[in-house]
């Protein structure tokens, strides 16, 4: 009879966020398929269980799944841990997933920790839906693509973000989606927890210490704001002369108000300024 692979929650930073099942299943099980078998260690020695561990992460997986299908085949059940939270989400474990779906064995969830989740629940933005869109692309113009695609999702998002990156998806973020109330959450559950709901333009004047991943939970675009289409250059124009000369901000500020306004990237309210330009020279 095959064995049972066990799809494992384990704590985000707090080691007392574990459940009794997480912990049962983790002694029980004849191997553990841990992201990081040194971060997994930690878990596992807090808790006293010395069930035998092996990596399994974005590099080895699809090289590992034919010998770890064979042994829940031959009867052995096997637990699949993250570095933190639930597998599979946004980390490693659908191709075994998958393939032990394929081969007839038995998958069964164990519940317990997820970031996104954590920081949804605790940033008040959550109406009725949210999509979690998982971690941005690493390169600046590719994420840019991928904010602008999500700028008219309505429903609340949820992303994480790596620390060395945080700054710059914000920044895009700001240009993107307008200065939005975001709710940014750090090191979640353990001794330095942070989590701040202000406007996007509130977060970049406070975050200096990348350190600790990132999730971000981001209020939903307003159904009727104007798409790109349905703004003219010269409603633009006078606009941002009204805020240039009569509330005398600065272009910058104005841009920035503006690109808020309306949903657009402040590059794109640029272009409109200078197309109003040339129509009128």
Known sequence: MPGTLFVVATPIGNLEDVTLRALRTLREVSLIAAEDTRRTARLLQHYSISTRTTSLHEHNERSKTPALIARLQEGESIALVS???????????????????????????????SAALAALSASGLLE?????????????NARKKWLTALASETRVLILYEAPHRIRSTLEDMLS????????????LTKAHEEL???????????????????????????????????????????????????QQKSRREALKALA?????????????????KKLVD
């Open 83 to 113: 570095d933190a939270g639930t597998p599979v989400v946004s980390d490693p474990g659908t191709h075994l997933v998958a393939a032990a779906h394929a081969a007839g064995i038995r998958v069964e969830p164990i519940p317990g920790a």
């Open 128 to 140: 009725r839906e949210f999509v979690f869109a998982g971690f941005p692309p690493n390169r600046s």
């Open 176 to 187: 993107i989606f307008g200065d939005r109330v975001i709710a940014v959450g750090r090191e």
């Open 196 to 246: 701040a709901v202000r406007p996007i333009s509130a977060h970049l004047d406070v975050v200096t210490e990348e350190r600790g991943e990132f999730t971000l939970v981001i209020s939903g675009a307003k159904p009727n704001t104007p798409t790109p289409m349905q703004v003219d250059a010269g409603t633009i124009a006078s606009e941002f002369w009204y805020l240039t000369e009569t």
């Open 260 to 276: 808020g306004r309306y949903g657009l990237p402040a590059r794109e309210v640029f272009a409109l300024l200078e197309k109003a």
